[in-house]
């Protein structure tokens, strides 16, 4: 939460990062009471739509990625993970 209070931008990104991997771990409610009292509550939203856009934005790309991994197999190309990883560089 401290990082959101000094808001950097180094500070934003990190913040962005723990709740992203964090986020069934943290104590929300007390957070938010938190970000009230320091004044950052509107912050802490932000950051919260953007862990969910990231969240969402990666989920697409995994169904994408299984989805073209399931057309290849279904045409009878098998491919390896590692293929598919080359073929997205």
């Keep these: ?3 959101l209070v000094y ?3 180094q500070d934003v990104e990190d913040a962005l990062g723990i709740y992203v991997r964090q986020r069934k771990r943290l104590g ?3 957070m938010r009471r938190f970000a009230r009292r320091q004044g950052v509550l ?3 939203q932000d ?3 953007n862990a969910v856009e990231i969240k969402d934005g990666a989920r ?3 169904e994408l990625k299984i989805a073209r991994a399931r057309r290849q197999i279904r045409s009878g190309k098998t ?3 590692e293929q598919l990883r080359r073929e997205d560089d």
């Design 28 to 30: 929300l409610r007390r």
């Design 47 to 49: 950051l919260e739509r």
């Design 79 to 81: 491919v390896s993970l």
């Design 7 to 9: 808001g950097r931008e």
């Design 1 to 3: 939460m401290m990082k």
């Design 42 to 44: 509107e912050d802490l």
């Design 60 to 62: 697409r790309t995994l």
